[in-house]
């Protein structure tokens, strides 16, 4: 198992979302600027610099388990950015540990939605969302442990908590 995994539950239907793209980034945080204690005007109050590392989609239990890392990563930089990754031809790719810093998992909610039939009503609008994505972002403090980001979906809310 990878050291970051996630899960969605749709709670519009109470089943797990199938077949949902999710995409995992590294993100590197870049602090406000201040001058004399004062943010300029028009300064964004946050600002990352996010790279994607891996991709996925759901299986039919609404996880991921397994991530497919970007081919432009080569294995050095993963190594030193992103944590102990494996590539072997006859087990696949292993992502065996997990370096700190901050990530992202970004859902996309809306191909999700628009696959889904309406209601006994015919109304579409009452299972196409209002979401495009979903953005997580979370801090990894202590590289030993597992990272579960869980999403709990309905198509006009979601929530998320730290998972196990």
């Not at 999710?22 to 406000?32: A, G, H, S």
Request: proline share 5%.
């Amino acid at each position: 198992m990878p050291p970051i995994t996630c899960h969605i539950l749709d709670s519009t239907i109470g089943k797990p979302a199938s077949n949902v793209l999710c995409c995992l980034y590294k993100v590197d945080i870049i602090e406000p600027n201040e001058t004399n204690g004062n943010l300029q005007e028009g300064e964004l109050l946050f600002k990352d610099n996010a790279r994607l590392i891996a991709m996925a989609r759901t299986n039919n239990d609404g996880r991921v388990q397994n991530w497919n890392f970007n081919p432009k990563d080569n294995q050095e930089w993963l190594n030193e950015n992103v944590g102990e990754i494996v590539f072997d031809k006859s087990s696949g790719i292993k992502w065996n540990s997990v370096k700190d810093g901050n990530y992202k998992i970004r859902f996309f909610v809306k191909e999700y939605f628009n696959r889904q039939k309406p209601g006994n009503s015919g109304d579409v609008s009452e299972i196409n969302g209002f979401y495009s994505f979903v953005d997580i972002n979370f801090m990894i403090k202590d590289p030993s442990q597992h990272y579960h980001i869980p999403l709990l979906l309905t198509n006009f809310g979601y929530t998320t908590y730290r998972g196990s």
